[in-house]
């Protein structure tokens, strides 16, 4: 009887630190998709400020 309580105690050991396992997996794709997301949107925006720093230039040149 004392073995089956000890080794209930190790599973649900297991079990609790499985889950912690997954949570931190799931907080870091989380994390890794906004840092995705927000250097996206960066780019974008300095693409798209880029190309109006080019059209005022090359209307200069003309």
């Known amino acids: 009887m004392e ?4 080794k209930e105690e190790v599973l ?3 079990i609790i630190e ?3 396992e997954i949570d931190k ?3 870091q794709k989380v994390v890794s998709l906004f840092i995705k997301i927000i250097v996206a949107a960066t780019i974008q925006e300095f693409y798209e400020k880029g190309n109006k720093i080019s059209e005022v230039q090359s209307d200069w040149t003309e």
Do not use: Q, T, V
């Open 18 to 20: 499985s889950f912690i």
């Open 3 to 6: 073995k089956l309580k000890i």
């Open 12 to 14: 649900n050991k297991r």
């Open 25 to 27: 997996i799931k907080e």
